[in-house]
């Protein structure tokens, strides 16, 4: 499943921190494009997370944005 | 605007602040899933979490979002005055120097001598000085 994160809301530093954070539960590939950090995740390795993990990372990216700011 | 994973509210980036919209969203971070775009205008997809009611939800973040336009205006308009409230509080509490110290024995020691003191010979007339000084001449 791919993610696109605009930049004006979502800091790379702080994507970067939420994939690192996340790393033990899926697979990423993050890259930019204008205006966009696209983040491709990949082998969920709970499959029960799965319907929730894309909600889960989006609040939590959001939630480190916050905190930046 | 309805949709499949719940709300969707479209907001004028011209009236909303980009921060405001941000804390908006994170006080709905407990209560639902949020994710932020921005195109022509900010959109803002809220799915709400087990047991609660969209409708609520949608409405209380309307009011959030006002309540906390208000407050980034408020803050952005105090900033000068807020910085110039703390610079002054933490000079104030700075421990005093040396320095501090020596200047602060100088001024008292200023303000101590009178004004009738005239060590430079400021408030004699001219002629008086002219007079002392071609006698000095003279002799």
């Known amino acids: 499943m791919d993610i696109k994160f605009s930049v004006a809301f979502y800091p790379p530093s702080t994507i970067k921190k939420a994939i690192r954070d996340y790393s033990g539960l899926a697979d990423f590939a993050c890259r930019k494009k204008n205006g966009f950090t696209l983040v491709e995740i990949k082998n969920i390795r709970d499959k029960e997370l799965e319907p929730l ?3 889960e990372f989006c609040n939590y990216v959001l939630s480190l944005t916050a905190a930046l700011k | 605007m309805k949709n499949n994973n719940g709300f969707v509210i479209e907001l004028d980036k011209e009236c909303y602040a980009g921060e405001a919209v941000i804390a908006t969203c994170c006080q709905f971070l407990a209560k639902s899933y949020v994710f932020l775009e921005q195109g022509d205008n900010i959109r803002v997809t809220l799915t709400p979490k087990n047991g609660i009611v969209v409708e609520n939800l949608s409405k209380e973040f309307k009011e959030e979002l006002l309540n906390n336009t ?5 803050s952005r308009r105090n900033k000068d005055l807020r910085e110039y409230i703390v610079k002054a509080a933490l000079l104030g509490a700075q421990p005093r120097t040396d320095t501090d110290d020596l200047l602060f ?8 001598s009178d004004y009738k003191d005239d060590p430079l010979g400021i408030t004699i007339p001219w002629e008086e000085k002219k007079v002392k000084n071609k006698r000095r001449i003279v002799k």
């Open chain 2, 105 to 112: 024995s100088g001024l008292q020691n200023s303000s101590a």
């Open chain 2, 70 to 74: 208000l407050r980034y205006s408020i």
């Open chain 1, 53 to 55: 993990f894309r909600r």
